[in-house]
Structure formats: C-alpha cells, structure tokens
C-alpha cells in the first residue's frame, strides 16, 4: 500500500530558484496538508486542502502556494526559495477532520528534506 | 494561539527502565493525538484520547487525558530500543479550526 508519497526526497536549491514538491496519496482522502518541520521546532502546518479545488492558508503559508486540481494530487510550491525555507516538508491526508470530537488520523508522507543555499 | 508544551525535550534511558512524557497547554483541546516518528520517517498516529480522564493502553504504553483536557501523558513500560524516536502530542481545537496544534516532541533514546 503506497499511502501518501511525496517526491523528491532530497533537494538543494540557490537563493531565489523555485520549486514543486509533489505529494500524492492513493487513499481517496478528502482533506490533504503540508507542514514544515524544523529541529526542535515541532510541525506547523503551511497550506491544507478539504477537497479538490479548495485550499486554505495554514499558520506559517508565507512563500508558498498549493493548488488541488485533484483528490490524490497536492503539490506545494516554493517561487523564490529562501534560506528560511530550509526545512523537512511533511505531506499528510486524512479521509475527514472529526469524527463527533475525534480528530481523524492524518497519515503522512516520508518527508522532503529540502536545504536553501 | 493554543500551545502545546512537551517535557522533556530529550530522553535517554536503559533497556527495561519506566519513562513518563508531559504534554501540557493553557488551552482546552475538544482531543488530542499522540504521534511516533523516525529519522526519515513521518509520523505515525499512536492514539487519540477525546474524553476528559481518558485512559487508553496501548501494550506497553498508557496515554492519559487530563480532566480538563488540557494535558495528557504518556508512560512507556520496559522501555525497548524499538520504541526510540520522537513522539508528539497534537492538539484539536475548537469548532471551525482544521490545524492541528503539535507540540515540539520528546525525543527518546532507549540504550539495550
């Protein structure tokens, strides 16, 4: 069972190049996310998507744009990569968001380990 | 903005040793969700605890939800080099919110 793949999972990047990072998930979830996480900084989430061609911003969207032109596909994009973007990048799905008060599971991909130089 | 506080941040101890981990907030989360993860790995849900008091094993791990729920912890038994790896707690909010609040993880370390 794929899950949730996300691709490249390594990349450098120059000052002001840019970027998709892929993430595609064969679960038929509704709700898609990106989250950036650095050390000791926990996960914090950038975008998310409740369905096909519906996005929203998260806390930390600044840099970044998304689109969701398709249930299993949600692609982040970098436009001028910045050594604060230096980050490993999660894509996570779920098949809701709760269930009476339960949050329903997020499964997430492998990561993105993207370095700005 | 909800904050989720997680002690301790690092955590090494001996094969077969007991361990408790915090996650603690001013803020009152409708459930929360623990999460392990592994160096070059995502993370992978553990458990969610929904109701105030709530506990919930899961073999050799008890989750807790405080009454008021805005802790909850985690007790490892017999710790094992297999349960090495960065365990985060994340929080839901109230109505209307779709963000997950993570706190910024214990990393543990269990030496055979």
């Keep these: 069972n794929a899950g949730v793949t996300q691709t490249p999972k390594f990349r450098i990047l120059k000052i002001g190049q840019s970027m998709t990072l892929q993430c595609t998930q064969d679960m038929n979830h509704n709700y898609m996310y990106w989250y950036r996480q650095d050390p000791g900084m926990g996960l914090k989430l950038i975008y998310y998507s409740v369905g096909a061609g519906i996005t929203d911003k998260g806390e930390v969207p600044n840099g970044y744009n998304v689109s969701r032109s398709t249930t299993e596909d949600f692609p982040l994009r970098l436009e001028l990569a910045a050594p604060s973007q230096t980050s490993v990048y999660f894509c996570a799905s779920s098949y809701g968001w709760l269930q009476g008060r339960r949050g329903q599971p997020q499964h997430f991909g492998d990561g993105t380990r993207l370095s700005i130089l | ?112």
């Design chain 2, 1 to 112: 903005t909800q904050l989720l506080e997680q002690s301790p941040q690092f955590l090494s101890i001996q094969e077969g040793e007991n361990l408790t981990v915090y996650c603690n907030s001013s803020s009152v989360f409708s459930s929360l969700q623990w999460y392990r993860q592994e160096p070059g790995e995502g993370p992978v849900l553990l458990v969610t605890v929904v109701t105030g008091g709530e506990v919930k094993k899961l073999k050799r791990l008890t989750f807790q939800f405080g009454d008021a729920r805005k802790d909850s912890s985690l007790h490892i038994t017999a710790a094992q080099p297999g349960d090495t790896g960065l365990y985060l707690c994340a929080g839901i909010g109230g109505a209307g919110s779709y963000q997950l609040t993570f706190g910024k993880g214990t990393k543990l370390s269990v030496i055979p």
